[in-house]
């Protein structure tokens, strides 16, 4: 195994002469090419088991595990964050389609679906009670 020396980590930190291993430059191309905070997760837990265990790599290792913990952090966040949504009020999903969306919101029999048969020609049922379109 070749050893590299003076590599970058993280943010432009200079590590002091380390000895990396291929399995650890690996897992950091995982890292830089992650998307998710999932993805570099896991990329940052393969570095940190491939990381040297001498005296010159212990930066290196408080900043992996730095950056661990503060993606552990993110992705709970965004867990909460998905599950107050999904139990706040329902929304509808509308599929897209065409050049863009317009949106007519009003009252009952206040005329929307009058609007829509003359903008667009559409066949839309008009009756004089309220909620006959869906």
Excluded at 9 to 17: A, D, K, Q, R, S
Excluded at 32 to 52: D, G, H
Excluded at 91 to 116: C, D, F, R, Y
């Amino acid at each position: 195994m070749m050893p590299i020396l003076f590599f970058k980590l993280l943010e432009n930190i200079i590590v002091m002469t380390t000895n990396f291993g291929f399995d650890f430059v690996n897992a950091k191309k995982k890292y830089e090419e992650a998307k998710t905070p999932v993805e570099k997760l896991a990329a940052l837990q393969e570095m940190l088991s491939n990381t040297p265990t001498h005296k010159g790599a212990e930066n290196l290792k408080s900043d992996i595990t730095r950056k661990i913990s503060l993606l552990k952090k993110e992705i709970e966040k965004d867990k909460e964050k998905e599950k107050a949504r999904k139990s706040a009020a329902p929304s509808i999903n509308v599929k897209k389609e065409g050049a863009g969306q317009i949106v007519i919101v009003g009252m009952p029999n206040s005329g929307k679906s009058t609007l829509l048969k003359k903008l667009t020609g559409v066949d839309v049922e008009i009756a004089p009670f309220p909620f006959t379109t869906t």
